[in-house]
């Protein structure tokens, strides 16, 4: 008997697919909402070879007002949303500011309009780290001051986290919602059957690293080695997705127990900051690989160090990651080389 139902938006992508997994293997009914505008059918193959079954998927877009009335319509008994549905290109967004404040802000509010008129009051939401900015004391715990965004993208996370809020002291809903302040999610599923289909040359530092180590970069740059950390380089958390994946579940699980407030924090981290060279070191330890890389300017823009206080997460959500660095750095290069496969 399940769970219960879980509605994913943005379930083919990255964190998505992950997460219908571990929803799956958690006992929970999965139905994925996606307009495949940054992510392929084949991760929905994937997810399938994975659990052994199809799970199914309503390809619509979550601005779409009409077009989610249809599906609460159809997909009875929803018990709960995870909203992963937005564009996250930090570039891209000072570019084009309108698009992501559109999509991010207007595929939350869509959402919870159709939430409220079905009656399904829990909500996950996808949040980022990026709403801490430059923090001035870290680790960052969730009461660490929220502050203005660097990017539009960033100012999207940070404008949801305030819908969210605003919603809960409203006092006229019953949504209650639960948003998860990721830091930086790397590799992919251990069968790597799915894991990040970045498109065209990567921004995030891990998707550079397996492909200059299959020879599609030349080499890797580090951005900078002079800010003040340990070696230089700059400092994330970097967990594991899968890990991530199971931080959506336990977060479900207390939202429909009724243990959640009706708005929530939670940092989704590992408690631990890597430098950019250390990542390397792991990613060659892990995969047998020498990494190609050099080291040239800072990028703009860049948070120079920032890691999670996971202490809120541990003790309420009783969440805790259990890879290593190695093995995420393992799963995102055997990632790297089963797409090498499906392309020959
Ligand atoms: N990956 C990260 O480093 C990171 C860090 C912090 C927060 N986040 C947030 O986590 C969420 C998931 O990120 P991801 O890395 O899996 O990204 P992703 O691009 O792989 O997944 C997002 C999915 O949503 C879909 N989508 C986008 N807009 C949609 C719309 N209007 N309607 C229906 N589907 C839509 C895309 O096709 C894609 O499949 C996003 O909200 C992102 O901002 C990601
Ligand atoms: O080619 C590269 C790519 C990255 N880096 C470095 O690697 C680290 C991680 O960079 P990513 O681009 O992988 O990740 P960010 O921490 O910069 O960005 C991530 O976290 C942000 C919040 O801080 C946003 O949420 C964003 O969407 C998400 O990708 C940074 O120090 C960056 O300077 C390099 O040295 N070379």
Not at 57 to 73: G, M, N, Q
Not at 134 to 150: F, G, M, S, Y
Not at 235 to 248: M, P
Request: hydrophobic share 40%.
């Amino acid at each position: 008997m399940a769970n219960g139902k879980i509605l994913v938006t943005g379930g083919a992508g990255y964190i998505g697919s992950h997460t219908v997994v571990e929803l799956v293997e958690a006992g929970y009914e999965p139905v994925i909402i996606d307009n495949f505008s940054n992510s392929e059918e084949s991760a929905l193959e994937g997810i399938a070879a994975i659990l052994g079954r199809h799970i199914p998927c309503h390809r619509i877009d979550c601005t779409d007002i009409e077009a989610l009335r249809k599906v609460f319509e159809l997909e009875q008994n929803i018990q709960g949303v995870i909203h992963f549905a937005a564009y996250k290109a930090v570039g891209e967004s000072v570019n084009e500011p309108l698009k992501y404040y559109h999509n991010n802000v207007g595929s939350l509010v869509t959402l919870l309009q159709v939430m409220e008129e079905f009656k399904v009051p829990n909500l996950v939401f996808s949040s980022s780290c990026t709403v801490y900015g430059i923090p001035d004391k870290l680790p960052v715990t969730e009461q660490t001051p929220v502050q203005k965004a660097n990017s539009p993208y960033g100012n999207t996370k940070k404008v949801c986290e305030e819908i969210l809020t605003d919603l809960a002291n409203s006092g006229d809903s019953n949504i209650r919602a639960t948003a998860l302040r990721y830091f930086n999610p790397i590799g992919a599923h251990p069968s790597a059957k799915i894991g990040e289909l970045p498109l065209g040359v990567p921004n995030n530092l891990v998707p550079f690293i397996t492909q200059t180590a299959a020879g599609i970069r030349k080499e890797l740059t580090v951005f900078g080695d002079d800010y003040d950390t340990a070696d230089g380089t700059c400092v994330r958390d970097y967990i594991h997705v899968v890990d991530l994946a199971k931080a959506h579940v336990v977060a479900v699980e207390r939202l429909l127990q009724g243990k959640a407030e009706s708005i929530e924090f939670f940092n989704v981290g590992t408690g631990t900051g890597n430098t950019v060279l250390e990542a390397i070191h792991a990613f060659e330890k892990a995969s047998g690989q020498k990494l190609n890389y050099k080291v040239g300017p800072r990028r703009a823009g860049d948070v120079p160090k920032i890691y999670a206080d996971v202490t809120k997460s541990t003790k309420e959500l009783g969440f805790k990651t259990t890879s290593t660095l190695e093995e995420a750095m393992k799963s995102a290069w055997d990632w790297q080389l089963s797409l090498q496969k499906t392309k020959v």
